[in-house]
C-alpha cells in the first residue's frame, strides 16, 4: 500500500516586498534574496536590530558570525552579567572571570572553570583565582572571621590547582600561629605532625615529584 501523503501545513501568502515594508527591510530582503549575507547584517547592525544580525549571520558562519558576534557583545555585554560571563566562555577568556568576578562568588567561579576550563587551562585558572583569595586575606586586617574564610578558600584553589608550594606556604602560616597558642611541646608536636601528614598526602595525591632529590 502506498504512503499517504502529509497533509501540507497551511501558511499565510509570502510577500518579499511588502507595501508598507520599511526602505530597510526591503534592503535587507534583497540581500537575503542575492545571498549577500554580508550586506544583510551591516543592514541590520546600522538599524540596531542585533538578533536579527545574529540569525542572519548564523546562516553565513565563518568570519561573519564571529564579527557579528564581537560586535553583539561590545553593544550588549554591559547590559547584563550574564551576557559577559558569555562573552569570556564563547571567546575562550575564562581569565577575565578569573580576574574580575566578586570574591564573595568564588565557588561559581571554580564551578565555570570546571564545566568550560580546558584540562591544560584549568590549574592555571584555579591558582589564579587562589592568588587573588590569598592577597584578599592578607589585606583584610579588620575582620578576622572574613580574613580566615579568605584563606581557606584560597587554600582549597590550590588544592584544586595542584600548586603544592602555595598549599604549603599557607600551611606553614596555620602551623605557626597554632604553635604560638600552644603551651606544651607535646602539643607543639603533634601540630608539626599535622602539618607534615598534610604535606605528604598532597604530594601523594598530585603525584608530586622534587626535582632536587
Known sequence: PQTPLVPAIPREAL????VDSSDTDKLITR???????????????????????LLLAI????????RTQKIYF???AKKTSYLRLLESIMSEDLSSVVETASLDEWTSVVVVLCTFA?????????????????????????DIEKSNAYRRHATLCYLASGN??????????????EA?????????????????EKVTVFRKAIGYEDDSL
Do not use: H, M
Request: proline letters at 1%; glycine letters at 6%; charged letters at 30%.
Open 59 to 66: 546562516c553565513s558562519g565563518g568570519d561573519l558570525l564571529a
Open 74 to 76: 561590545e553593544r550588549q
Open 15 to 18: 510577500r518579499l516586498y511588502p
Open 180 to 196: 604560638q597558642e600552644e603551651k606544651t611541646e607535646a602539643r607543639l608536636g603533634a601540630s608539626l605532625q599535622k602539618l607534615i
Open 118 to 142: 580546558r584540562t591544560e587551562q584549568f590549574g592555571v585558572l584555579c591558582e589564579a583565582l587562589g592568588l587573588r583569595l590569598e592577597d584578599a586575606w592578607k589585606a583584610e586586617n579588620d
Open 164 to 177: 603544592l608550594e602555595k598549599v604549603s606556604n599557607i600551611w606553614i602560616i596555620e602551623q605557626e600561629q
Open 31 to 53: 540581500s537575503i534574496v542575492l545571498g549577500d549575507f554580508e550586506s544583510a547584517v551591516q543592514l541590520c547592525l546600522d538599524s540596531e536590530r542585533l538578533s536579527d544580525a
